[in-house]
């Protein structure tokens, strides 16, 4: 198996720019989760999803964050307008049915200037 | 609020040396606390859960050990070696859709 898909896997935009994180969970797997990683909070739980449907998005940081999977094999994060705040690593990772564990993709390192 | 709290935040042991990770979590609903693993440039990967009708769980070089009464929970690598260098988190997860919260991550450095 391939494994979790991202891409890009780094991304350099300017302030206001829009960016788009893509992501390919395993095939199979029922639910796909967005994190961000950063050195001052550690990796945080943006948004997840079951079955294509979010289930919670608390973790979004604002509305300039969005995301949205439209089918089962696709998933995408959205941030518009960028800011130099958003700069982080961000994972996806996903999840088979009735099973704990996740499985990581190789992760999108966002740099805003 | 932090529901798992991860200390330390670094670390450095010698090779060959017993590597300890400590966690401490709030919610008594989790049933379910994994450890990932993360080296430079990569995703976390699962390295071992445990579940708390347990109080121990090992494998290979690795152990979790489990206090449900204090929740709390350790990993302990034994016979560190330095490609056990890498980041730990630490986790918690309760039932239904699995929603599950990291520790802030531990850097663990094995010097030779």
């Known amino acids: 198996d391939a494994g979790v898909i991202q891409s890009p896997r780094h991304e350099v935009t300017e302030m206001g720019q829009e960016v788009t994180l893509r992501c390919k969970p395993i095939s199979g797997h029922n639910s796909l989760f967005w994190y961000r990683q950063t050195m001052m909070r550690g990796l945080e739980l943006l948004i997840y999803?079951?079955?294509?449907?979010?289930?919670?998005d608390s973790g979004m940081p604002e509305d300039r964050f969005s995301a949205k999977m439209p089918n089962a094999s696709f998933s995408t994060l959205k941030i518009q307008p960028s800011e130099p705040r958003d700069s982080a690593v961000y994972f996806c990772?996903?999840?088979?049915?009735?099973?704990?564990?996740?499985?990581f993709g190789p992760g999108t390192r966002l740099t805003v200037t | 609020q932090q529901q798992v709290k991860q200390s330390p935040q670094s670390l450095i042991v010698q090779k060959g040396g017993i590597s300890i990770i400590n966690c401490a979590y709030e919610n008594t609903a989790f049933d379910y606390f994994p450890w990932y693993q993360q080296f430079p440039g990569k995703g976390p990967a699962l390295l071992i859960a445990?579940?708390?009708?347990?109080s121990e769980k090992k494998e290979g070089r690795f152990t979790i050990s489990f206090n449900k009464s204090a929740k709390q929970f350790s990993l302990h690598i034994m016979d560190s070696q330095p490609g056990d260098s890498a980041t730990y988190f630490c986790a918690a997860n309760s039932g239904g859709y699995q929603k599950v919260t990291f520790g802030i991550g531990t850097k663990l450095q094995v010097i030779p």
């Open positions: 445990i579940r708390p009708d347990v």
């Open positions: 999803f079951n079955n294509n449907v979010p289930i919670d």
């Open positions: 990772a996903s999840r088979p049915q009735d099973r704990d564990e996740q499985y």
